[in-house]
């Protein structure tokens, strides 16, 4: 294949077959510190100090500074402009490479919370390790509280601080004791441990690459006897190897050359390998790799983590951007509600119910907070009090996020690069954040080896265009009386007058026929409601708009019931039509809670079986004191945007 023909994407500077072993892995360390206090100036001793710079560099550089009539600063090293220098700031997120006689390293300088949330899914924050910068003679900032936030957010476990000019406060050991005891009272509250504290002057390089190259006089520091930066950079684990990890290819195009659709994408993680039966999420499409096309070169039979590539599939099936390849035994994450912990830097609030773009991988959907159930200011750890509706600038809160379709992702911890997402209001990125509120779905429990999906010859997508809208399941869920039934036929009467193709399943109805062998014991009502939720998914996926009516009492039936049509790619609600026991009690139409409190019925819910009452649902009707038109205009707003169809530029029939 000709190499100007598909544009891949940038391949990490990590990531060959060799990479993560100590002799060969480059440890990726991200420098952070507030400003002013000589990030700059460290970066550019370390290049100096470890003979990592380009043949006159430093020269050029120190001609640069004596032509603006400057005294030079090692800052300068990183400097590309002359008008960067007059600035005094860095502009960019850089990435520069040093070595020691141990191993290479990549710095990341990210000058601001800005870049650094930018980069989340790009991976350039994906560091093995921190460098994180205090000045001794301003000690502990805000900033720097919230950078150390943001090494928790990412998951960054190998840290040292380095309490820079030390030549400011006569190298006094009491000010660095006191800058290192605060210091690592803050991180130990927020999980983040400090290998080391090292007392250092980036100007003078002490304790960079060396203990005092540029002082003819004695270490000003003969209390300090640990290592240099440099020395315990070496000491750090090298990164884990990206190959152990589960194959993660996220989709960033598809070509048509020659009658053959090609996948390009970047192996983020795992191993790829020509005749991989691989499941695409999320729309869990499985084919078999028939070819792996690099940039340059001949055909491959492997890929590894770290490498851009295009793939060839034996069955043509529908793949598209955004879509996530995997192999099918270690499959990632699908849902479109999920927990996580946001750090906020927009220039407005974010707010409950608010619409933003969420980005994650090649991944782009709408998003917005259902819940906020704690706010955190970064800088003092304090819990700010009571409900809000919403995360001020600089907040880190634990919020509950869904997605207009089905998110494909893995919790943080098991897998960084897919479990880490931005959020972007008005076209900026403005806030970020980790996943830590996935549940994987167990499918050797689903279908048996032997057992295969048939899939149809006409698409959802297709029906979707035919229809004007997408399948869809509204779960309603609430007491007997609540108003469930009620609410689901006046829903469909309004969807299928506005001709939208809608269906009501109710709990009565399905127990006359499907389920008329099921009693109301704890098992029997986890079938009753296995059952629904998988003719619920089928009838989604044929394109109906789905109303369930149903007790579903369980937390656990509910949450499997979302899992079961999400796998689906289905746009999935939970209602809670809420309505206190009294009123239900009073409305009583079937007379079944006179019979309950009489004792001829056993296992009634409400009275003597439990209900656990949902969350976080979609929607909450209280039907206690709403009318049926006020619920039903509640649910119809919510519904309506979520299923309507886009036009796409090609329909397959």
């Known amino acids: 294949m000709s190499s100007t023909s598909i544009p891949l994407p940038e391949a990490h500077p990590t990531g060959t077959p060799s990479a993560g072993t100590p002799s060969a892995g480059r440890l990726r360390v991200v420098f952070v510190g507030h400003v002013d206090h000589g990030k700059s100036t460290l970066i550019g001793r370390i290049l100096h100090d470890t003979h990592s710079l380009p043949d006159g560099k430093l020269e050029q550089a120190q001609k640069a500074s004596a032509a603006e009539g400057m005294v030079f600063e090692y800052a300068f090293l990183l400097d590309a402009l002359l ?78 601080v380095a309490v820079n000019k030390m030549d400011l406060v006569g190298y006094s050991e009491e000010t660095f004791r006191s800058v290192q005891s605060e210091y690592r009272e803050f991180l130990e509250q927020i999980g983040v441990v400090a290998h080391a504290f090292v007392p250092i002057s980036a100007r003078n390089g002490i304790n960079v690459a060396g203990r005092t190259p540029d002082l003819a006089e004695p270490n000003p520091m003969p209390w300090y006897e640990g290592a240099t930066i440099t020395e315990r950079l070496d000491i750090f684990e090298p990164p884990q190897p990206l190959g152990a990890l589960p194959l993660r290819l996220p989709i960033q195009d598809v070509y048509r050359f020659d009658h053959r659709r090609i996948l390009v994408g970047r192996v983020e993680s795992g191993t790829l390998r020509v005749g991989d039966r691989l499941v695409f999420s999320p729309n869990n499409k499985t084919s078999e790799v028939a070819s792996i096309e690099n940039w340059s070169g001949p055909e491959t039979t492997v890929a590894y983590a770290g490498q851009s590539v295009a793939i060839t599939l034996k069955e043509q099936i529908f793949v598209q951007r955004g879509h996530v390849a995997s192999h099918e035994e270690r499959a990632p994450i699908e849902s479109n509600r999920f927990r996580a912990r946001l750090f906020w830097m927009g220039k407005r609030p974010l707010r409950i119910g608010q619409s933003y773009k969420l980005k994650l991988a090649t991944q782009e959907l709408d998003a917005e907070v259902v819940s906020v159930d704690r706010v955190i200011d970064a800088s003092t750890l304090e819990t700010v009090q009571g409900d809000r509706p919403f995360i001020q600038r600089n907040d880190v809160a634990e919020v509950v996020l869904q997605t207009r379709g089905a998110l494909v992702m893995d919790n943080q911890d098991s897998n960084p690069f897919m479990g880490r997402f931005v959020i972007v209001d008005d076209r900026q990125v403005a806030g970020g954040g980790i996943i830590h509120g996935g549940v994987y779905a167990d499918r050797s429990k689903i279908k048996s080896a032997n057992i295969y999906w048939s899939e149809g010859n006409v698409l959802p997508r297709n029906r979707a265009l035919r229809n004007g809208h997408h399948g869809a399941v509204l779960w309603f869920t609430g007491l007997s009386g609540s108003g469930k039934s009620t609410l689901a036929r006046q829903i469909e009467r309004e969807l299928f007058n506005a001709g939208r193709q809608v269906y009501v399943l109710d709990g009565d109805n399905i127990r006359h026929g499907l389920n008329s062998n099921l009693g109301f014991s704890p098992q029997d009502r986890e079938e009753n409601i296995r059952r629904v939720s998988e003719v619920a998914a089928l009838m989604a996926d044929s394109g109906l708009i789905v109303l369930t009516a149903f007790i579903s009492p369980y937390t656990q039936d509910r949450r499997r019931a979302r899992e079961i049509v999400l796998q689906g790619g289905h746009e999935f609600a939970e209602v809670y039509v809420e309505a206190p026991l009294a009123v239900c009690e009073a409305r009583d139409v079937k007379g079944l809670y006179k019979k309950a409190r009489a004792g001829e019925i056993s296992e009634f819910t409400g009275i003597s079986a439990p209900y656990e009452a949902p969350l976080n649902p979609e929607i909450t009707l209280h039907t206690g004191t709403l009318s049926i038109e006020e619920s039903v205009a509640a649910v119809l707003e919510y519904i309506t945007p979520r299923v309507r169809a886009v036009v796409e530029d090609e329909v397959v029939i």
């Open 83 to 160: 008008e960067e220098q007059e600035q005094n700031i860095t502009i960019d997120t850089t990435q520069i490479q040093f070595k020691t006689a141990k191993r290479p390293y990549v710095i990341i300088d990210a000058p601001g919370h800005k870049e650094f949330l930018k980069n989340m899914i790009t991976g350039a924050a994906s560091a093995d390790a921190a460098v994180l910068l205090i000045a001794a003679n301003e000690g502990v900032q805000e900033q720097s509280r919230r950078h150390g936030y943001l090494l928790s957010l990412l998951g960054i476990r190998q840290v040292v």
